[in-house]
């Protein structure tokens, strides 16, 4: 049986603090992705556009705000499974 060292302990506590880190920054990138595309593609204002995009995200699917334009549908199937 192999006992952690000092060494690889570090190094794997390195490694979950910089794979969180990534995994934060591309869930906020994807998050502006939505936000940006909703805007343009559905002339939302900013609020209505990141709302939809953290509710489309999260599948709680209010279905309070629904695109309305094919783009922003077929988008909207992409973005979902992104």
């Known amino acids: ?3 952690p060292t000092p060494q690889s302990s ?3 506590e390195a490694w979950e603090a910089y794979a ?3 995994i ?4 906020l ?3 502006g992705l939505g936000t940006v595309v909703y805007r343009i ?13 953290a509710v489309a995200l999260t599948t709680v699917g209010f ?5 309305t334009t094919t783009g922003s549908k077929l988008f ?3 973005y979902i499974f992104a």
Do not use: N, Q
């Open 24 to 27: 934060g920054l591309l869930s």
């Open 1 to 3: 049986m192999d006992t």
């Open 76 to 78: 909207t199937v992409f």
């Open 63 to 67: 279905g309070d705000i629904t695109p």
């Open 20 to 22: 969180t880190r990534i």
């Open 10 to 12: 570090a190094t794997k």
């Open 29 to 31: 990138l994807v998050l």
């Open 41 to 53: 593609l559905e002339d939302w204002s900013w609020v209505d556009s990141f709302y939809f995009s």
